[in-house]
């Protein structure tokens, strides 16, 4: 079965540093793909990016880059330049499929606070 | 750009009452998919259609069922509702042709009393 780990609860950091989420995940898969959700308090789900199992570079998307380290089972999210607004909760999600179409297995979340 | 829909988004109910949850999925995206999430918990996986065929089943409750219509809306029907049933219910929707990417609607609160 496949499964997420989220090891940070909770995480503070200044505003405009760079703040690493780790996550890791165990599969025993080839073809998988690894997500990052960020939920505001308001609660809704907001996608922030996605690495598949084949791609060779590393995923990015504005100031969200996935630090994709496949031998190691780890896809940390990187936040450039924080801010105010990053304040969430953010999950790491894996979808364990060759069709592309299947659920999506979070981790437990890391809680996000940026300090001004 | 078109997002999922969800409605209601917030719902109030009693123990044993019934309780209907729609999503509209993003056009021409051919998979729905519901979570829950109870409070401070990670999302759980449900059930999801594809093409209006139920493709997968998670831990959902036999009290729980969920169907994909021909317009490619999607009901989750709750019935005999418990204390534990408050949670934020999520769809989200897919396209297989386009990407993997599952899009989350804003969310159905729901409150059983």
């Known amino acids: 079965a496949q499964k997420i780990t989220q090891t940070q609860p909770g995480m503070f950091v200044q505003e405009k540093e760079a703040v690493t989420l780790d996550c890791t995940y165990d599969?025993?898969?080839?073809?998988?793909?690894l997500f990052w959700y960020k939920q505001p308090s308001s609660g809704e789900m907001i996608f922030l990016i996605y690495?598949?199992?084949?791609?060779?570079q590393n995923a990015t998307e504005g100031r969200y880059s996935l630090n994709f380290q496949k031998a190691r089972k780890s896809a940390n999210l990187v936040i450039s330049a924080s801010q105010l607004g990053d304040s969430a909760m953010y999950f790491c999600?894996?979808?364990?499929?060759?069709?592309?179409?299947?659920?999506?297995?979070f981790g437990t979340g890391t809680r996000l606070t940026i300090i001004p | 750009a078109a997002g999922v829909i969800q409605s209601p988004r917030h719902l109030i109910k009693e123990k044993r009452e019934t309780a209907t949850l729609k999503c509209y999925p993003i056009p021409r995206h051919d998979t729905v998919y519901w979570y829950q999430q109870g409070p401070g918990q990670d999302p759980q996986f449900l059930i999801s259609f594809y093409e209006k065929m139920q493709s997968d089943k998670g831990s959902i409750p036999d009290r729980f069922s969920a169907q994909q219509f021909s317009d490619y809306h999607s009901e989750l029907n709750m019935s005999s509702l418990e204390l534990g049933d408050s949670a934020l219910y999520f769809c989200?929707?897919?396209?297989?042709?386009?990407?993997?990417?599952?899009?989350f609607g804003p969310g159905t609160r729901l409150l059983v009393l």
């Open positions: 599969t025993s898969d080839q073809s998988y793909g």
């Open positions: 690495q598949g199992s084949y791609d060779e």
């Open positions: 989200a929707s897919s396209s297989t042709s386009r990407g993997e990417t599952q899009y």
């Open positions: 999600a894996m979808r364990d499929s060759n069709f592309g179409n299947e659920k999506l297995t």
